[in-house]
């Protein structure tokens, strides 16, 4: 009798066959899609990352200036105190003073200040009784007379100080940019009003060096081979990295930190490579002021009052003040990322990362070469990749065959 042939298993029906093949399949899906979705996503991924990484960068010299602000307004703030407990004594304001201004360890930034009070308030037969010391470039103090005398429009009247009139106490008011005629370095002043009763009666001034800003943005940026500028509330270069563009004029000779530097829309008209960047800086300008005239504090009137009170104030500079009395950025840095395809100084795309300072209002422009960007971003896809298909081929290797 024949006996019944027995059921065969073909091979390529048997699990040992079909089990790797169904994890071949899923492995090679798998690759293909994390390959197709870093591929596609990628620029995306590159730009986070360098936007990322130059924000830090912006946040180090931020981090680093904040510093620096807050002691000059915190010394200007007890300057000011001091006055008010003070009486009407000249001897002793020229004894207590400069004790005060002249900490120890703040020789390097703080250039100099002084109590300016209101005109007849200190003396009512004097209008102009300041109380001002300025630091020499070998860092000493000096006290200086020159505030009042009789033929000048006054200090009442300057840029730095009318604006204190109309701040409210514990708040501070930082100028725009200019070159210390007594220590010769580009610096900002630093007010904050003194009151008694609730009568503005006077104002109190630091005066900060900007000295050692280039140095800042240089070693923020020399990790990833790029540069970084600083501008004030103007627009008027802080840093620059080549200053022979920077400043009104050049001399060979001489002294060269006494020659002011000139503002990034002067240079963008003379390259115009630069007038990307001057043109958001005049967009962001625009904003804080949208972002202003939505607060409480804003008063539409008070434009109108500081350039008639003020010699140095034009309308222009008078909306700014404005603008950054309102104080629009509530103690928050303003950021903002773009990408270039061309740069004057690296001459290739990069990224360009623009954060504003709340208080100041300066600028603090960093830019990062995109290769740069790139090659980081790389190394971070492929070891993605690499540990991505080695977590998938795991479990194919371990079936038996």
């Known amino acids: 009798m024949n006996k019944a042939p027995g059921f065969v298993i073909r091979w390529y029906n048997s699990l040992r066959f079909k089990l790797p093949l169904i994890f071949l399949v899923l492995f090679l899906l798998i690759a293909a899609s994390i390959f197709f979705t870093l591929h596609t996503q990628g620029q995306k ?40 407990a003070l009486p009407a004594d000249v001897g002793l304001h020229k004894r207590l003073i400069p004790r005060l201004l002249n900490i120890q360890g703040t020789e390097h ?57 109309y701040l409210a106490p514990g708040h501070a008011y930082w100028s725009k940019s200019y070159i210390d005629p007594y220590s ?45 500028f600083a501008v004030d509330r103007n627009g008027t270069f802080l840093s620059f990295p080549d200053e022979q563009l920077a400043r009104k004029t050049w001399q060979t000779a001489g002294d060269t930190s006494i020659i002011p530097y000139i503002k990034l829309s002067e240079l963008a008209q003379n390259l115009p490579v630069f007038s990307s960047i001057a043109e958001i800086l005049n967009r962001e300008n ?25 010699y140095q104030i034009d309308a222009r500079e008078a909306q700014l003040i404005s603008v950054s009395l309102s104080n629009p950025l509530q103690e928050r840095p303003l950021a903002k990322n773009f990408l270039f395809q061309q740069d004057y100084f ?26 740069a960007a790139l090659h980081r971003g790389e190394e971070i896809f492929s070891r993605l990749l690499e540990v991505m ?13």
Request: charged letters at 20%; proline letters at 7%; one cysteine or more.
């Open 286 to 310: 625009q904003l804080i002021q949208a972002m202003a005239r939505d607060t409480p504090a804003f008063d539409p009137q008070l434009t109108a009052r500081l350039a008639a009170e003020s």
């Open 45 to 84: 991924l590159l730009d986070e990352i360098a936007y990322a990484k130059i924000t830090q960068a912006d946040l180090k010299v931020v981090d680093e200036l904040q510093v620096r602000t807050a002691k000059a307004t915190t010394l200007a703030s007890s300057l000011a105190n001091l006055a008010q």
């Open 184 to 228: 010769l370095q580009p610096m900002v002043t630093v007010t904050v009003p003194m009151h008694d009763a609730g009568k503005f009666i006077g104002a109190a001034t630091v005066d900060l060096k900007l000295e050692g800003l280039h140095s800042l943005l240089e070693k923020v940026t020399r990790p990833f081979a790029g540069y970084a």
């Open 109 to 165: 930034f703080i250039a100099g200040g002084g109590i300016w009070p209101a005109p007849y308030q200190f003396d009512s037969g004097i209008e102009r009784r300041s109380f001002f010391w300025g630091r020499d470039r070998q860092g000493k103090l000096h006290y200086y007379e020159d505030y009042n005398a009789p033929k000048t429009p006054g200090y009442h009247r300057e840029e730095w100080y009318v604006p204190a009139r």
């Open 389 to 401: 298909l080695l977590a998938v081929s795991l479990p194919c290797c371990s079936l038996p065959c």
């Open 346 to 371: 690296l001459q290739q795309p990069v990224f360009v990362s623009v954060i504003t300072m709340p208080g100041t209002f300066w600028r603090i422009i960093t830019v990062m070469p995109y290769n």
